[in-house]
């Protein structure tokens, strides 16, 4: 089963194949194609979406709509994580500091670039993955399985870019302006700690998040949201556009986009991070 | 005028569709009948390109639809107003943005022309007051008739309705098959009408072709259909033990 891939040659080819250790290869040989199959798949959707749209109209209005939902739906949920995780995160670096020599305005310092280099822009892309991706991919599924895709197409729209441009789009703009909302919550969140633990005064804090910025920084954080706001949006589109089935496969398909996305996200953050601060 | 000339279509190793050709006729209503699960939706689904065929050719008024490309496609779908046996109603819209969506995305028309089409085409199915209702508020009958509406928005010059009446009690479903027989006659469509329902058979049939186990097993006029002594095509027709002893089967 293992092997469906892989054509016997000759007896050579059989004997290599039976051999227990090459197993592990063949595995792995099946996971790469069938890989390669789906990220061929991905970009031939992508070029389904990016063909020049039939009415300008309604895909402004297409846009706006998911720009209210994926931006101000996910208000909430956002600030709630960045207040606290800003406060933890400031509790546990002052928790950490137990030298006199380290000024204190340090933990301000790593509050700040804690938020704006990773937490604000990868960990809230990563809730944004299983929020918004798990909605993407059932919204479209759903779409899909009930012959509202086929509908679609018979009125003769292009459905894949009707339904998946927009929200790359809506997710282009609104979250690279959630990521910068939750760097600032996450430095309140901070401050907060600095008025009520007694641990930190509030000047050392607010003294140690201006302490030695970059506007690079805040640059870097947001080209990395750009390429998560985009694999937050497309990964989870493919897998709805391409459900087969029924309600079952609907939830099976909005379980992998959110996987495939958070690890997408992972991947590409280390190798975007490698490229632009080093 | 469509054509289908010799399509197959399987699904896998799975062959739904043997080597099925059909007319359909400008004009009149063109009715498929036969059992649930002989291929029905598949085979409307194939002539309109929403599955592509493994063999054979489809054609409208003599443009060969299987071997266009993306684009040329459209411009035939454009003409195209289907019905599905699921409805098919966005769910995020309205009844009223859901028979209005094929207008505003291909016409230049102006949203009072659009709204006057669309109270219109809602009249005629029956629909007047569910303008602002979501498909989820609706009964299974009345998605139905939304759906029509929809599909009737651009006045088509080919109308495919799978089952249009299934789900609605006897006097709508009347009222709809009645409905497509005049938008049909008025403006000169191709329409085709897949049904198990007899009583729109006798009442609407001009053109009726039997599929049994994807197969086209007969065709004729609802005169032929009493006359014929086809045994799976009596079958269906006189499916009741009644029935059956009536006609002496
Ligand atoms: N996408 C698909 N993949 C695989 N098999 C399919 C698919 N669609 C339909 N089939 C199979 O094709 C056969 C015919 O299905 P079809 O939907 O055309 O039936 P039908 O004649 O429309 O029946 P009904 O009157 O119940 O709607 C069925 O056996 C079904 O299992
Ligand atoms: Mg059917």
């Known amino acids: ?79 709630i994580i960045s207040l606290f995780m800003g ?28 938020f704006i280099l990773e937490l604000a822009p990868t960990i809230m892309c990563l809730i944004l993955a299983g929020k918004i991706g798990s909605n993407i991919s059932s919204e479209i599924g759903t779409m899909r399985i009930t012959e509202q895709i086929d509908a679609l ?12 441009f927009p929200k790359i789009v809506a997710a282009l703009f609104t979250i690279p302006m959630i990521v910068v909302y939750s760097m600032f919550l996450g430095l ?91 | ?17 043997h080597d099925v050709s ?29 599955h592509e065929i493994d063999s054979g050719s489809v054609e409208y008024d003599g443009r060969n639809f299987s071997i266009m490309n993306f684009k040329q496609r459209k411009a035939v779908r454009k003409e195209i107003g289907m019905l599905f046996q699921g409805s098919a109603l966005f769910d995020s819209l ?19 022309e659009i709204l006057e089409r669309v109270n219109f085409c809602l009249k005629r199915v029956q629909l007047e007051n569910a303008n602002h209702l979501y498909p989820a508020e609706l009964s299974g009958g009345m998605q139905k008739r939304a759906a029509l509406a929809r599909a009737i928005a651009l006045n088509p010059k080919y109308l495919f309705c799978d089952e249009p009446n299934s789900g609605l009690d006897p006097q709508t479903g009347i009222v709809i098959d009645n409905l497509i027989q005049e938008i049909t006659h008025e403006y000169d469509m191709t329409t085709i009408v897949i049904t ?9 049939g001009e053109n009726i072709s039997f599929i049994h186990q994807g197969n086209i097993w007969w065709t004729g006029n609802k005169e032929d259909i009493l006359k014929t002594d086809n045994k799976e095509l009596n079958e269906f027709v006189y499916s009741s033990k009644i029935m059956q002893k009536f006609k002496g089967l």
Request: glycine residues 8%; hydrophobic residues 45%.
């Open chain 1, 87 to 114: 406060a933890v995160v400031t509790l546990q670096t002052v928790a950490a500091i137990d030298s006199p020599l380290i000024p204190l305005y340090t933990v301000g310092y790593a509050t700040r670039q804690s």
């Open chain 1, 188 to 278: 309140v969140g901070g401050w907060v700690v600095g008025l009520y633990s007694g641990m930190l005064t509030v000047e050392d804090y607010l003294y140690g998040i201006r302490w030695d910025f970059k506007t690079f920084d805040v640059i870097y954080a947001l080209i990395k949201t750009l390429f998560f706001a985009f694999i937050i949006t497309s990964i989870p589109s493919y897998h709805g556009y391409y459900t087969r089935g029924g309600a079952l496969e609907i939830g099976k398909s909005s379980t992998k986009s959110v996987v495939y996305s958070s690890i997408s996200i992972l991947v590409i953050n280390y190798i975007l991070t490698q490229l632009l601060l080093i």
């Open chain 2, 22 to 50: 059909i007319s359909f006729l400008r004009g009149k209503i063109n009715l498929i009948i036969g059992a649930s699960g002989s291929g029905k939706s598949v085979l409307t689904k194939c002539i309109v390109g929403l």
């Open chain 2, 94 to 112: 309205t009844v009223e943005e859901n028979v209005k969506f094929p207008m505003e995305m291909y016409t230049k028309q102006s949203e009072e």
């Open chain 2, 196 to 204: 198990h329902d007899m009583n729109s058979v006798m009442e609407t």
């Open chain 1, 1 to 79: 089963m293992v092997f469906h891939y892989v054509n016997i040659k000759n007896a050579d080819d059989l004997y290599f194949r039976s051999s227990v250790r090459n197993i592990y290869f063949y595995i792995l040989l099946t996971y790469m194609l069938k890989a390669f199959h789906h990220i061929g798949k991905y970009f031939l959707l992508l070029a389904r979406v990016f063909k020049k749209p039939d009415n300008y109209k309604l895909y402004g209005r297409q846009t706006i709509n998911e720009m209210v939902s994926l931006g101000l739906g996910s208000l909430g949920l956002i600030s």
């Open chain 2, 1 to 17: 005028m469509i054509e289908v000339k010799n399509i197959n279509k399987s699904f896998g190793k799975k062959q739904i569709l």
């Open chain 1, 153 to 164: 197409e018979i009125m003769g729209v292009n459905s894949a870019s009707y339904l998946i």
